[in-house]
């Protein structure tokens, strides 16, 4: 049973950067996709975009594009998302989540969530 | 951009059936998938592809996609079921979610 474990809660000052890591343990990091998503205080869950690290291809939703990095280690089996330039309103819990590398399997399963405090 | 639009809310009595909607331009032509969120718990995969059932999710849990809507169908409500749904779908490689239907059970 693949697990996904991320890193723990982060304050941050405004106009900083957060590296939130998602590390895979029970299965082949190189079947999945890994994605990013966030949900705001009493907010919905907003897709940040995902990496697929057999392919090496990265996608990232047009709203987080200039800000997003999202990176994989595969000897490790850990996936990173990088915020930069943070606002008061990137406070959210990040979530990571596994899908098939063809995408079609939904996110499955997920890691426990990271919260991102930002404030200055 | 692609949008999928869910119902704020909606109710169901105990033991009978909730049906939650996701509108979407052609979403009959899309993988949909299914996530039940109960509070301060991550997101869990109820449904994919339409209507398959992830191992461990209970029976009582479907879905259905035809047109421009696709439903999750909730049989037997259980106090448990008592969550937020969202529905989601790839448009492009973007990844797209609705915005959630907070489903109380009575």
């Known amino acids: 049973q693949v697990q996904l474990v991320q890193s723990g809660g982060e304050v941050k000052r405004p106009g900083s950067s957060v590296k939130v890591s998602c590390k895979t343990s029970?299965?082949?990091?190189?079947?999945?996709?890994i994605n990013w998503v966030r949900q705001a205080p009493g907010q919905g869950l907003e897709w940040m975009g995902g990496?697929?690290?057999?392919?090496?291809?990265?996608n990232y939703a047009q709203k987080f594009q200039v800000r997003v990095t999202i990176t994989a280690d595969e000897p490790t089996n850990t996936a990173y998302m990088e915020l930069s330039g943070l606002r008061s309103d990137d406070t959210a819990v990040y979530y990571c989540?596994?899908?098939?590398?063809?995408?079609?399997?939904?996110?499955?399963?997920w890691g426990q969530g990271t919260l991102v405090t930002v404030s200055s | 951009s692609y949008d999928l639009t869910q119902p704020f809310s909606a109710s169901v009595a105990l033991g009978q059936t909730a049906s939650i909607t996701c509108g979407g331009n052609n979403i009959e032509r899309k993988n949909v998938h299914w996530y039940q969120q109960k509070a301060d718990q991550a997101p869990v995969l109820v449904i994919y592809r339409d209507t398959f059932r992830p191992s461990g999710i209970p029976e009582r849990f479907s879905g259905s996609n035809s047109g421009n809507t696709a439903t999750l169908i909730i049989s037997r409500a259980q106090a448990g079921d008592e969550a937020d749904y969202y529905c989601?779908?790839?448009?492009?490689?973007?990844?797209?979610f609705g915005g959630g239907t907070r489903l109380t059970v009575l």
């Open positions: 990496i697929i690290p057999i392919l090496g291809t990265i």
């Open positions: 989601q779908v790839w448009d492009s490689s973007t990844g797209v």
């Open positions: 029970g299965g082949t990091f190189s079947t999945y996709a």
């Open positions: 989540a596994g899908d098939l590398v063809d995408m079609t399997a939904g996110f499955d399963p």
